[in-house]
């Protein structure tokens, strides 16, 4: 005799073969409704809500395509929203408030807006709770790896919009906290006096400014130097007018540039019949069209646009120069404020790591990933280097002393 109340392995491979099909129709699976249900169900509810609140709050401090972007993503969370409604029928209840992150992003996107804000709400869609979820329907946890994505890519944007000075500014003031750092402990293990660990990392803030400040001076300025020296010469532009149709190498300047033969071709010929054209043209009264440049340099105006060749080489190099310095005075405050020995030592590593602790935090939320991991990383690199120099002024002192 069958013994009851076991379902058997049919029974239960056709249930979760229901349930598979119920969510992937979107169609929660049928049971009973335990009070724990509803409550994650409510959480749930609260949280959609919250994301695309926070989706309209950035729509609203941008325009044109990024703003329909992000009205799309919102309108796609109040279709997730509308599931938690049809599941929780008359237990909806009153309106919970999203979880702590998510209210705080949405402070943030109402403030500020920014890449910022768009890091946080990447990170955010990659904690989705639908895929583990039965109660989540598979397009919904479909649709959130999916939103991940898409945020990513608005958030690249903005990282490439300011990478370039956000690059100085992290590099610059992390050269200035660990170099002086480890410049004001391998003094200060070394046996000198307060003022003499002091002046050392004074003339280390100026010294290293002023060489961060030149060297960004000179990569400007040299990159520029570069591009110029890529730029067609306007004596080969006003030359063009007079090349034979038939025999002519300005096909080859474009394969030279970069372009494939037909391509090179193709395009030679359409400079030369556009300057044929204005030429039979400018004794009808029409206004003639002269050559520039733009004809023989069309291959590599494309890259040359894409270079970082924004702002002045003086503008570049008094931001690197107040990049280090804000770093690196930060280990010598300290010694300012007269504290000396083992003290003034332990003072200057503790702010130096909060400040390692802050800029590795920041890096690490812009750049989508961990910034917990960031940040222990970037003390980790900082306090071993100080440490290093600490020991060998440490072994310096006691030799020479």
Same mark, same amino acid.
């Given at each position: 005799?069958?013994?009851?109340?076991?379902?058997?392995?049919?029974?239960?491979?056709?249930?979760?073969?229901?349930?598979?099909?119920?969510?992937?129709?979107?169609?929660?699976?049928?049971?009973?409704?335990?009070?724990?249900?509803?409550?994650?169900?409510?959480? @749930?509810?609260?949280?959609?809500?919250?994301?695309?609140?926070?989706?309209?709050?950035?729509?609203?401090?941008?325009?044109?395509?990024?703003?329909?972007?992000?009205?799309?993503?919102?309108?796609?969370?109040?279709?997730?929203?509308?599931?938690?409604?049809?599941?929780?029928?008359?237990?909806?209840?009153?309106?919970?408030?999203?979880?702590?992150?998510?209210?705080?992003?949405?402070?943030?996107?109402?403030?500020?807006?920014?890449?910022?804000?768009?890091?946080?709400?990447?990170?955010?869609?990659?904690?989705?709770?639908? #895929?583990?979820?039965?109660?989540?329907?598979?397009?919904?946890?479909?649709?959130?790896?999916?939103?991940?994505?898409?945020?990513?890519?608005?958030?690249?944007?903005?990282?490439?919009?300011?990478?370039? #000075?956000?690059?100085?500014?992290?590099?610059?003031?992390?050269?200035?906290?660990?170099?002086?750092?480890?410049?004001?402990?391998?003094?200060?293990?070394?046996?000198?006096?307060?003022?003499?660990?002091?002046?050392?990392?004074?003339?280390?803030?100026?010294?290293?400014?002023?060489?961060?400040?030149?060297?960004?001076? $000179?990569?400007?300025?040299?990159?520029?130097?570069?591009?110029?020296?890529?730029?067609?010469?306007?004596?080969?532009?006003?030359?063009?007018?007079?090349?034979?149709?038939?025999?002519?190498?300005?096909?080859?300047?474009?394969?030279?540039?970069?372009?494939?033969?037909?391509?090179?071709?193709?395009?030679?010929?359409?400079?030369?019949?556009?300057?044929?054209?204005?030429?039979?043209?400018?004794?009808?009264?029409?206004?003639?069209?002269?050559?520039?440049?733009?004809?023989?340099?069309?291959?590599?105006?494309?890259?040359?646009?894409?270079?970082?060749?924004?702002? #002045?080489?003086?503008?570049?190099? $008094?931001?690197?120069?107040?990049?280090?310095?804000?770093?690196?005075?930060?280990?010598?405050?300290? @010694?300012?404020?007269?504290?000396?020995?083992?003290?003034?030592?332990?003072?200057?590593?503790?702010?130096?790591?909060?400040?390692?602790?802050?800029?590795?935090?920041?890096?690490?939320?812009?750049?989508?990933?961990?910034?917990?991991?960031?940040?222990?990383?970037?003390?980790?690199?900082? @306090?071993?280097?100080?440490?290093?120099?600490?020991?060998?002024?440490?072994?310096?002192?006691? #030799? $020479?002393?």
């Amino acid at each position: 005799m069958r013994k009851r109340g076991r379902a058997s392995p049919l029974t239960i491979d056709l249930m979760a073969i229901l349930t598979r099909a119920e969510r992937s129709a979107g169609q929660p699976p049928a049971g009973p409704r335990s009070a724990a249900d509803i409550r994650r169900w409510r959480r @749930y509810l609260a949280d959609e809500r919250a994301e695309a609140a926070v989706y309209r709050d950035l729509a609203s401090r941008r325009d044109g395509e990024e703003r329909d972007i992000l009205l799309a993503l919102a309108a796609a969370e109040g279709r997730h929203e509308q599931h938690w409604l049809d599941l929780l029928g008359d237990d909806v209840g009153r309106p919970l408030r999203g979880d702590r992150r998510t209210r705080a992003l949405g402070w943030l996107a109402r403030r500020f807006g920014g890449v910022f804000v768009l890091a946080l709400a990447q990170r955010a869609e990659a904690r989705s709770a639908y #895929t583990d979820d039965a109660d989540a329907t598979q397009a919904m946890a479909a649709d959130e790896q999916i939103h991940e994505e898409v945020v990513r890519g608005l958030a690249t944007r903005g990282r490439n919009r300011l990478s370039g #000075t956000f690059r100085a500014a992290v590099f610059g003031a992390n050269d200035g906290l660990v170099s002086n750092l480890a410049l004001v402990l391998g003094i200060g293990a070394s046996g000198a006096s307060q003022q003499t660990v002091l002046l050392t990392g004074l003339a280390g803030l100026l010294a290293g400014a002023l060489s961060m400040g030149a060297g960004e001076f $000179i990569s400007i300025r040299s990159q520029r130097e570069l591009l110029e020296a890529s730029t067609p010469g306007p004596g080969a532009a006003h030359a063009l007018p007079h090349l034979d149709v038939d025999a002519n190498e300005l096909a080859l300047v474009y394969r030279a540039r970069g372009m494939d033969a037909h391509e090179a071709q193709a395009y030679a010929d359409g400079v030369l019949t556009r300057l044929a054209v204005a030429a039979a043209t400018s004794g009808t009264g029409a206004v003639p069209v002269a050559p520039s440049t733009a004809d023989l340099g069309a291959a590599t105006s494309a890259s040359a646009d894409e270079d970082d060749t924004h702002g #002045t080489a003086w503008g570049a190099a $008094i931001s690197s120069f107040c990049f280090f310095a804000s770093g690196a005075v930060v280990p010598v405050l300290p @010694y300012l404020l007269g504290a000396q020995g083992l003290a003034a030592v332990m003072l200057a590593s503790v702010l130096v790591g909060l400040a390692l602790l802050v800029t590795g935090a920041v890096t690490g939320l812009l750049s989508g990933t961990s910034p917990m991991t960031r940040a222990l990383r970037q003390l980790a690199i900082g @306090y071993g280097a100080a440490a290093v120099t600490y020991l060998l002024g440490l072994a310096f002192g006691t #030799t $020479i002393g």
